[in-house]
């Protein structure tokens, strides 16, 4: 199976999506991991997305296309994997369906308010060395400004300053929300609360996955 989590950014979807990883096995493709990858390793295309991130922009389809070609190819997503921050346009849905076409697809939107956002964004902290998140109120480092996993130096990312982040927020409304009318009219669209906390929106995707993974079984039996 596809899975897909779809939500503004700062909307909880890497955390749902590694503890979808936890329970069910399939690998979590977060096109942002690939991309801040790309840029760590100074790569050409890393190069470009890096100009294009700082801004709030969103990168050209054509770089994240081909490192999500490249991942999905991979032994470990045979059985299934999980996107998280791809796609983000209506382009981009349709080039993931067509690098896979057969597979089963279930599209899980995580609801929150912009205000919210803002705050959780805000108070977000990474470890450049590890990747670890860390968020200031909900989720303090052991120590303050070290990373639990590797004792990095714990940094506000670039895109998470305030006016990055409200930026990044209108181009999610103009160029992801109408994902979310594609998705509904071909039935495989699924939303979840967003903004009642980790553990009661991990209760709700748990549910909707069970559903259809038990419905997948059942077909495959038939």
């Known amino acids: 199976m ?3 989590l779809l939500g503004p950014p700062g909307g909880g979807k890497g955390t749902q ?3 979808v990883v936890e329970r069910y096995g399939f ?3 977060s096109t942002g991991d690939l991309l801040r990858q790309a840029v ?3 790569t050409a295309l890393g190069i470009e997305a890096d100009a294009a991130m700082k801004r709030g922009a969103l990168v050209r389809d054509e770089i994240v296309l081909g490192l999500v070609r490249e991942r999905i190819g991979r032994p470990d997503c045979r059985d299934g994997y999980v996107l998280d921050g791809y796609p983000r346009n209506l382009a981009q849905a349709k080039d993931v369906e067509a690098l896979d076409p057969a597979r089963p ?3 899980i939107a995580i609801d929150v308010a912009a205000e919210e956002i803002v705050r959780r964004l805000a108070d977000r902290r990474s470890c450049p060395d590890c990747g670890a998140v860390f968020n200031l109120i909900v989720r303090k480092p052991a120590r303050e400004g070290v990373c639990d996993a590797c004792r990095g130096t714990l940094a506000r990312r670039e ?3 305030p006016e990055v982040i409200r930026e990044r927020l209108r181009v ?3 160029k992801t929300e109408p994902l979310l009318a594609y ?3 071909i039935g495989n669209l699924r939303r979840v609360d967003g903004g009642k906390g980790v553990d009661a929106t991990a209760a709700a995707i748990r549910e909707i996955l069970d559903a259809a993974l038990g419905a997948g079984k059942a077909d495959a039996r038939a």
């Open 172 to 174: 999610y409304a103009e």
């Open 17 to 19: 999506g590694d503890l």
């Open 105 to 107: 697809e279930i599209v």
């Open 2 to 4: 596809r899975i897909i």
């Open 40 to 42: 760590q390793d100074r």
């Open 27 to 29: 690998p979590r493709i």
């Open 183 to 185: 998705y509904g009219s």
């Open 159 to 161: 895109d998470d300053r």
